[in-house]
């Protein structure tokens, strides 16, 4: 039996706000668009059916998808929210988080905040991989909206090794099933 999609059991966990001078078309020209998230989202590309239930991909530069999910809310230029499911093996089991980017004009620029939500009790060493690439991303999205070219990384990035063992544990032990 398929479980109707309830967003109201997801708890935001994770939300960063970012000020960008720019205009809300072009910030989700940028979410919504591979020419831009490949720039500014580790060289990934943005596959999105433009419509409530339709389908959202992130695909890694080998032409692997790492991110999959549906597409719960699209209101442009002024809010996104997406299902992400992350696709690699040792992710797969976990729930989908809920990713929604809210897009105000302020005068001349534009407030985006970004919430990552969830449907369970997610231990801290989850959280810790988001909550370190989301500030990344979002500097380097505001970097290319404002002067055209993304922050450059010159180290290679990875999940934190607690948060591979929190993964590790949580797949083991399924938490989400008891909430």
Same mark, same amino acid.
């Given at each position: 039996?398929?479980?109707?999609?309830?967003?109201?059991?997801?708890?935001?966990?994770?939300?960063?706000?970012?000020?960008?001078?720019?205009?809300?078309?072009? +910030?989700?020209?940028?979410?919504?668009?591979? &020419? =831009?998230?490949?720039?500014?989202?580790?060289?990934? /590309?943005?596959? #999105? *059916? !433009?419509?409530?239930?339709?389908?959202?991909?992130?695909?890694?530069?080998?032409?692997?998808?790492?991110?999959?999910?549906?597409?719960?809310?699209?209101?442009?230029?002024?809010?996104?929210? +997406?299902?992400?499911?992350?696709?690699?093996? &040792? =992710?797969?089991?976990?729930?989908?988080?809920?990713? /929604?980017?809210? #897009? *105000? !004009?302020?005068?001349?620029?534009?407030?985006?905040?970004?919430?990552?939500?969830?449907?369970?009790?997610?231990?801290?060493?989850?959280?810790?991989?988001?909550?370190?690439?989301?500030?990344?991303?979002?500097?380097?999205?505001?970097?290319?909206?404002?002067?055209?070219?993304?922050?450059?990384?010159?180290?290679?990035?990875?999940? !934190?090794?607690?948060?591979?063992?929190?993964?590790?544990?949580?797949?083991?032990?399924?938490?989400?099933?008891?909430?």
């Amino acid at each position: 039996m398929v479980q109707k999609f309830t967003p109201e059991k997801f708890v935001p966990k994770t939300v960063y706000v970012t000020y960008i001078a720019c205009t809300p078309e072009k +910030v989700w020209e940028a979410l919504t668009r591979s &020419e =831009f998230t490949k720039q500014f989202f580790f060289s990934r /590309t943005v596959e #999105i *059916e !433009p419509r409530i239930g339709g389908s959202f991909a992130m695909r890694m530069p080998d032409g692997k998808y790492d991110i999959k999910g549906e597409v719960i809310e699209w209101d442009p230029p002024r809010r996104l929210s +997406v299902t992400w499911g992350v696709a690699f093996e &040792e =992710f797969r089991e976990l729930p989908e988080s809920l990713v /929604t980017y809210d #897009i *105000e !004009p302020m005068g001349g620029s534009v407030k985006l905040t970004m919430t990552e939500a969830h449907q369970w009790d997610v231990p801290e060493a989850i959280l810790a991989g988001g909550r370190q690439g989301w500030p990344l991303l979002l500097s380097s999205l505001k970097s290319l909206l404002e002067i055209g070219k993304p922050i450059e990384i010159n180290v290679k990035m990875g999940p !934190p090794k607690e948060m591979l063992e929190a993964v590790e544990q949580a797949c083991a032990t399924k938490p989400w099933l008891r909430t």
